[in-house]
């Protein structure tokens, strides 16, 4: 099939459909107030637009109604404990943010992981990345009117919902990650499950871009729509497709290689014109490479522990700890008091679908974070929303919206 | 590693009087500087040939309240050119409460500055709209991220016209019945 393998960017005039040169007419400004509630906003964000006829003048994102204050709440809890508060960060993908935090405790207090572990953490978090993108995809295409993609991105996520349901026992809010490892090994079942989605995949993203990449509506509504500069985009802090789109190549899997990132093969795809359809080409393409990364971890997948052998920081076993004492007694200590860091700083990012989530945490020695600071690409995005939209059409803020990927449940925190 | 270190003694040559620590932890490098020259410090990193930290990865602060200068304000930028990150903080005291905002130096601290702003009122000089931004604007129990808040917070939660008073635990609940 002609769409199974990579495709090249393809070539076309660069611009922008930005018309800040239309002359004025001053009439009177409009200002619009949009959301909290309304379909697109993928969540509750307001967003209050000045209008000069249909052209946005100026957009001021107004957020906060998901906020949780989890940044507060990480003070108050032991290490171990907070890892089902990063489920709730990006609700759709939430096998990466437990990944992100995991990653960064274990930076914390120098954890070295088993490379079986490392092997899983790196197929799951691709199968989320994929899941990630096909929920981006489907959702962008219906806001823009193509309905259709989103039955068949949707079908295909279902299949790996339900692989992570079997995995983990939970569909959205996996908390699959561990500090120090996973929380269990795979089956053989679900490692020929996988193979076979991953078989398949290839032709279905094709049929999924069959309905886009030459539709004539979708190419007017995301080429030169959005567009923002490398230097703007690197300022502001975007990450991820939305900045690759924009042709800076920075991937922290490839250039701060973690887990099995280092070992397998695979591209980057950058784009160049910075506008909503290269950020569109770049999640295709990523979820390709996802489907590399995939095969080549699970045919190299090694044997040994999925958990490191660290019993003063990893939970034990739960069948020991129904059966032995010390298990239970570790297992309660780790959890009323947890585990002692060294005092100190660190900053890990975790390249997820949407960009760079990062943790920042201070320690004081103590056995809960001092300061956890959460770096999410969601709200980084969010600050750019202004620059990006100015001089469009009010229809195109849907589209706007959907190309940074936002989850408001991880704007807000 | 050593990369790395070499940004650091650049810092320290260009502002021998600026710098106060610089720490390695983990891999990672942090700088502290004094408050004044926290606007030409970030210029310095972003703009110099060399340096070019173009991409801001976050900005965070941390709250010491027993100790005399209270906050910390935390920068953290990479360079994709040279592909390393650095930290670079600065720390101030309560009464003071005021620092200089980087958002003229990376656009995308605008929101991070304002999120700081928001959680544990550090001001920022030269910010171009300094504004609530995840709280209520009107919202004035103080500063929720700061270590003296509680963590259920200051009472205004329970004056929501839409929650029920709670039910004393004596009292039969009504919703037992089968």
Known sequence: MSQTGPTTLPDRQPGSARRPDLPLLRTEELMLNMGPQHPATHGVLKMILDLEGERIVKATPVMGFLHRGVEKLAEHGTYHQFIPHTDRLDYVCAMYNNFAYVRAVEKLIDLKVPPRAEYLRTIVAETQRIVGHLFWLGTQALDIGAMTVFFYTFRDREILLDWFNELCGARLTTSWYRIGGVERDVTPELIAKLSKFIDEFQAKIGECNLLLEKNRIWLARTQGIAVVSAEDALSFGLSGPTLRGSGVDYDLRKYEPYAAYGDVEWNVPVGRNGDTYDRYWVRIEEMRESCKIIRQCLERLPDGPYLADAPTVVLPSKDKVFTTLESMIIQFKLFTQGFKTPAGEIYCGTEAHKGELGFYIVSDGSGRPYRLKIRSPSFIHLGAFDHMARGYMIADIITIFGTYDIVMGECDR | ?178
Not at chain 2, 149 to 176: H, N, V
Request: proline share 7%; net charge negative.
């Open chain 2, 1 to 178: 590693m050593n990369d790395l270190r070499s940004v650091a003694e650049r810092l320290t040559q260009r502002f021998p009087q600026d710098v106060v620590a610089v720490a390695e932890f983990r891999g990672d490098l942090s700088v502290t500087v004094r408050k004044s020259a926290l606007l030409t410090v970030g210029r310095f990193l972003k703009e110099e040939p060399g340096l070019e930290f173009d991409y801001i990865v976050h900005v965070s602060s941390v709250d010491y309240p027993t100790e005399p200068e209270r906050f910390e304000v935390v920068y953290e930028v990479y360079s994709i050119r040279h592909r390393r990150r650095i930290r670079f903080k600065t720390r101030l005291s309560e009464a003071d409460g005021e620092i200089d905002s980087l958002s003229s130096v990376w656009y995308g601290a605008n929101f991070m500055e304002r999120e700081i702003y928001d959680m544990m009122g550090i001001r920022f000089h030269g910010h171009p709209d300094l504004r609530r931004i995840l709280m209520p604007d009107e919202y004035d129990e103080g500063f929720p991220l700061r270590k003296d808040f509680p963590l259920q917070g200051r009472g205004w939660r329970d004056t929501f016209e839409f929650l029920e008073p709670p039910a004393s635990p004596a009292a039969p609940s009504s919703k037992d019945s089968p």
